[in-house]
DNA sequence: GTCGATTCCATTGACGCCCATAATTTCCCA
DNA sequence: TGGGAAATTATGGGCGTCAATGGAATCGAC
C-alpha cells in the first residue's frame, strides 16, 4: 500500500513523544524521507503530514510564482516558514512541537487520519466533530450528483 | 533536508552575536559556503541569507537583463551593492552589521524563517504580522484554486 | 596601554539514541 | 482449525551528546 488511510489514535507519553502509527511508517518508508515533514494545515486545527511527495506538492505550488515576486516570498513564508521536518527516533515516534500543537490543540492525545497522498494529526475530540460534520457533507453531495446522473441520463448527455 | 523550513526564535547576546539555528547551519553546510551570504530584502523589513544558492539565485535574476541596462544596473546595485558576508563563528553565530539591523527593526531578538532555498531573519514581531498576512493570501488563494476546480468539474469541461 | 574584535572554554537544558517491557498481532505447524 | 511461538507494536525510561548561550582569554590596531 502507498497511500495513507484509516484513523488511529494514540497518546503522547510523559516526554510528548507519540508514535506513528505502523502502517504509516510503511508508506512513508516507501517514500524515502528522513524524519516526517509537516505544517500546521491551511484552514482547520490540524497538522498536515507525509514525506516527500507532500514537500514537493508544496513546492511546486511555490514554483509557480516567480523568483523574488511578492506572491512567492508570501507563499514561501507561510508554507515554508511553517513546515518541520520533525525527526524520527528508532522506535517510529516523534515529539511535535509547541506551534503544531498548539494549532490542532493537542494536549496528550492524537489522531492520525490517512488521506492518501498525506495524512493529519488531530486532537481526537475535533476530530470526531470534524469527521461527523465531514459525513454530513458527503451524504449530501452524493445525493446531489446521483441525481445530476440521472438528469444527465435523462437527457441523453454522453460523457 | 537540503532546504531551510520552519521557523526559529533566537535572541542576542550581550555582544549582538546570535546563533543560526543548528538546522539552518546543516543546510549551510551542505551547500558549501564559507561564511552568511545576505543583504537587506529588497522590499520587506527582513534580511535575506542563505549560501552559494542564493547567490547563484541573484547572479541568474540579473542575468536576464541585457548588459548595461538601466535594470540590469540598479539590481545589480540594490543586490550585491548591499550584500554582505558575514562570518561564522565556532559555535555557529554571526554579528549582524547595523545597516541590516537597521532595515530589519533588530534589536535583541531575530526570527530565522525558512524559505526553501533561502531563509530571512526578522524582527519577531515584524514576523508575526508578516505571517499572519501571508497566511490569508494562501487561504484566499487556496479557496479559489479550488472553486476553478469545482467550476470546471461541474460545467463538464474535459482536459 | 586601551579598546574592539575574534577565538576559545564552560554551563545547562533539551534532545537523540539506546535498551527494556508489555500487549498485540502474525505466523506456523501439529 | 486451534494453539502456541515468534515477530511487531506501542510505550516507558536512562544516559550521553549537542545546541544555545555566557563569559574569559587572546590577538591586533591605534
Redo the contacts between chains.
Sequence with gaps: MNRFVSNITLRLDSKGRVSIPASFRTVLGRDGF??LYCYPA??RPAIDAGGNAL?LEI?AL?ERFT??S??R?????????????LKVDGEGRVVLSDTLKRHAGITDAVTFVGLGHKFQIWEPGRFHNELAEATQKVRALKVELSSQVAARTASGAR?
Design positions: 528522513e524524519g491551511l484552514d514537500m513546492e511555490i523568483p523574488f511578492e506572491e516570498e508570501q507563499f514561501a513564508l507561510a508554507l515554508y516558514g511553517t513546515s518541520e521536518t460523457e
